[in-house]
């Protein structure tokens, strides 16, 4: 397994901006595709983006496409997820997830490897 620590995450005003990171402890991190999870309060965890490990292909969901940019830097071990006009219901903690798939996956099983967390809130 990888292990993942998010940071970035914090209080924004509707329609700011704010980039998440997630750093991960592995020598072959180039190896995993990296997707973003968001959970608010009384929902289910869900898909964000992902990224391959080359960096080329990615996924996103439909309701953060055009404003949500997922991309990594293999020599730094870590993904990124850099979010524009941002939204209330874009509040959520932010979970960053690493696996052995294809970025299509976009189920929570799907992932072998989660972080803690971090809390974006978003207030309008």
């Known amino acids: 397994q990888v292990q993942l620590v998010e940071s970035g995450g914090g209080p924004v005003q509707a329609g700011d901006s704010l980039r998440l990171s997630c750093a991960a402890s592995?020598?072959?991190?180039?190896?995993?595709?990296m997707a973003w999870f968001r959970q608010a309060p009384g929902k289910e965890r869900e898909f964000v983006a992902a990224l391959s490990g080359s960096g080329v292909v990615r996924n996103y969901a439909d309701s953060v496409k055009g404003r949500f940019t997922i991309f990594r830097d293999n020599a730094k071990n870590t993904v990124y997820l850099q979010m524009e006009s941002l939204k209330s219901e874009d509040s959520a903690v932010y979970y960053c997830a690493g696996g052995a798939g294809s970025p299509g996956a976009t189920m929570v099983r799907e992932y072998g490897s989660w972080g803690q967390g971090t809390q974006v809130t978003v207030s309008s």
């Open positions: 592995v020598r072959t991190f180039a190896w995993y595709v």
